[in-house]
């Protein structure tokens, strides 16, 4: 079957074709005037002219260029049934690429042609940005294949620039990390000579320092729990830094002192009563701010739970030391309606609890998530822990494979071990008891 031009004037198109909204023709007509025509229309001689039986949307674009002839395929004699079925061949049942294959055919195209990408572009009628996000996102589908069960390629792309831009953060933490560690220094070893041996200044420096084939220092786990106060260790840390960080200090409202912890309900735990006094927390929120250079990385997330009475105060404060706070907080609602009614002939119970949302260096999150959840408490080893659903919801919007995950008063662990699950590098707790630090420790293992 050959095909041939005819005049666009001479293809009649019927009334009760099965498409009746033909979409936007601009892009293919920019097509057709970039490329040319690559696929033929389908008519059927009718006399002295032609009935249109498939290719309505390219002669319409035809038309829109003024052209006067196009490429056409005959198929004559075509019964009722067999024009519906060509039809609904054209319409419906051709298969489109998907865009995990348009991305790599443009990839194709643009590596065959070997024209600058501003060309292609052209060529492909598309702008020079798109056609460089396409390329950009092609490269990186199968590093991170998880890109490809995003429903679109702009939010694939969307997805591929954060992710590139968070190892790109990682790296930069190598390098701050090298500058601020500097290189090992190793303790130089006294050399001694025969006695009357002439000295021997051509023995190197190096020569002289510890033994040739020192055994390296054992790497510590990529998730452990150690005995601190965070107060004292931020002061001094000097290792390498955190990209996420999970505060859950004590709320500072003197519960500690409270008729209504008497409860064994409440306090049959591990640790029983703990300090609880606003004087603690502002001693630990003022160590935080104070040293968040020694610790924090310079793009980083904070999830910082704290009672509703504080939240502007330490809002303002994060915002001071500049760190965007997202406008509203994260929410966790009991959905047992646990809580604590402090004055039950005024006020009513609060069953809920509230953290700041804040971000450092314009980190970006990898999925958007509700601000809130609800879900019951959970007491399985500390009074206060934050469920571990509660804390991987909100952590499935900021964590993967370059999270380093610091929680300073990490109690049970809930957080790092929900950070871990999702596939976190590295992370650290800290707690002022042994046995929550030994309970860490085993969970990691467990």
Same mark, same amino acid.
């Given at each position: ?17 099965q498409?009746?909204? $033909?979409?936007?023709?601009?892009? $293919? ?16 001689r ?24 196009i ?13 519906v ?81 968070r ?17 090992e ?5 006294e ?25 390296p ?8 729990? $150690? ?21 859950d ?10 008729? $209504? ?11 029983g ?6 004087e ?14 020694n ?18 105060r ?30 039950v ?12 949302f ?35 919801h ?29 596939g ?23």
């Open positions: 079957m050959s095909s041939f031009n005819i005049s666009v004037l001479s293809i009649k198109i019927d009334d009760d074709r498409r009746k909204d $033909l979409g936007d023709i601009t892009p $293919l007509a920019q097509s057709l005037s970039a490329i040319g025509q690559i696929t033929p229309i389908v008519v059927e009718d006399g002295d002219s032609f009935r249109l039986i498939a290719g309505e949307r390219r002669l319409t674009a035809a038309k829109k260029l003024g052209w006067s002839e490429e056409a395929i005959t198929r004559d004699d075509l019964s009722d049934r067999e024009r079925l060509i039809e609904l061949e054209e319409n419906v049942r051709r298969k489109q690429l998907t865009w995990q294959e348009e991305v790599k055919a443009v990839q194709t195209f643009v590596t065959l042609s070997k024209e600058p990408q501003a060309l292609a572009a052209k060529s492909l009628v598309m702008s020079a940005q798109t056609l460089s996000h396409m390329i950009t996102l092609a490269e990186n589908l199968e590093r991170f294949p998880e890109l490809k069960e995003c429903p679109t390629w702009t939010s694939a792309y969307s997805q591929v620039t954060i992710k590139l831009q190892l790109t953060d990682a790296a930069l933490e190598d390098i701050f990390e090298d500058i601020v560690s500097g290189p220094e190793v303790e130089p070893k050399v001694f000579l025969p006695e009357g041996a002439p000295a021997q200044p051509s023995i190197k420096t190096s020569q002289l320092y510890a033994d040739p084939a020192p055994t220092p054992k790497e510590a786990p990529a998730f452990q729990a $150690l005995e601190g106060d965070f107060a004292l260790w931020a002061k001094e840390y000097s290792g390498r830094r955190f990209n996420l960080i999970h505060c200090f004590p709320y500072g409202l003197n519960m500690d002192n409270a008729n $209504l912890q008497n409860s064994s309900a409440r306090w049959d735990v591990t640790d009563r703990y300090d609880d006094s606003p603690l927390f502002d001693r630990l929120t003022r160590a935080f701010f104070d040293n968040q250079d610790f924090i990385s310079d793009t980083a997330h904070c999830i910082f739970w704290l009672a509703a009475k504080n939240y502007g330490i809002a303002s404060r994060f915002t001071h030391y500049g760190w965007t706070v997202c406008d509203v907080p994260l929410i966790w609602h009991k959905s047992d309606n646990a809580g604590i009614a402090p004055d002939r005024r006020w009513p119970r609060r069953t809920f609890e509230i953290a700041i804040a971000s450092r260096g314009d980190r970006k999150i990898l999925k958007v998530k509700a601000a809130s959840i609800a879900a019951p408490t959970t007491k399985d080893h500390h009074l206060s822990e934050k469920p571990i659903p509660v804390v991987t909100f952590m499935e919007m900021l964590v993967d494979g370059t999270t380093e995950i610091f929680d300073p008063t990490a109690g049970s662990g809930t957080a790092l071990r929900a950070a871990k699950s999702l976190a590098k590295r992370g650290l707790g800290l707690d002022v008891l042994p046995e929550h630090v030994n309970y860490m420790n085993g969970a990691w293992n467990g």
